[in-house]
């Protein structure tokens, strides 16, 4: 019995040292967290005030620039990165009121900063490009351009993205990226835009019945432009045929419709006139082989 009582002895005395270091860590903790409610009730009201404050800005800036007449693409922009920008201030003053060090608050800052640089390279290009589209203004929102290839109406420009809606109602997100390094062919700048069209006749038709049937149909229309005046010149003699070229202004809202207009009539024209569009043609030639 002796014997039992002393190889328990350690046993109990080690649980008992265990059980007193974790109620100390426990009783320590808990005076910890009794000391900082103050401060974490703190740092919660100012963090939904500062969430309300945020939201109340964004709205005054927004409204100010609206007052303005600003783009609305780039009052968009700019809220967004305020916005932002007042989220991490926010930030550094609650983790200020949890007693986090200053130094230590501007070296994750740091650290994030370029952990997010290096990891979303071309987020910020796109982010400084957005920059470069806004301040230099190559179009605005509802205009037309023409952007990388994509021809269509710019809805908005985002902090990432430029969004366009082409003709055919699909909408394409363009990296600002590359929208500032890309050809940028801005159709709504100007009020009129110039159509330009060739009609090929064969050699066999009357070129000077055909300028001025092209000339007649173009002074009877009023929505085509009659300053800068219209150029209808002969322009290449191809293998088959003899070229035309028809340059004409219009109003940029006009575009398209002159255009097919203007191919589906001067076509008529020519054949009630009997001026010849000509079309590739191919001979056949079949040799008879006399069996030998």
Known sequence: MDMETT??????????????????FLTAAGDK?????P???TAAIILVLGLLLVKLVSLVVSKTMRRSNVNEAARSFLVSFIRIVLYLVLAAIVLSLLKVPMSSIVTIFGAVGLAISLALQNCLSNLAGGFIILFSKPFSAGDLVEVDGTVGTVRSISILYTQLQTFDSKTVFIPNGKVSDAKIINYTDTPSRRIELTFDISYDSDYSVARALILTYISENSRIMKSPEPIVRMSAHKSSSVAIDVFVWVRNEDYLDIRYSL??????????????????????????????
């Open 263 to 292: 191919i589906e009539a001067i076509k008529e024209t020519f054949d009630s006139h009997g001026i010849r569009i000509p079309y590739d043609q191919l001979d056949v030639h079949i040799k008879d082989r006399k069996e030998s």
């Open 7 to 24: 190889q328990a002895d350690p046993v109990a005395s080690a649980f008992q040292e265990q059980a007193d270091k974790t109620s100390s």
């Open 33 to 37: 967290f009794v000391k900082a409610i």
């Open 39 to 41: 401060s974490l009730i």
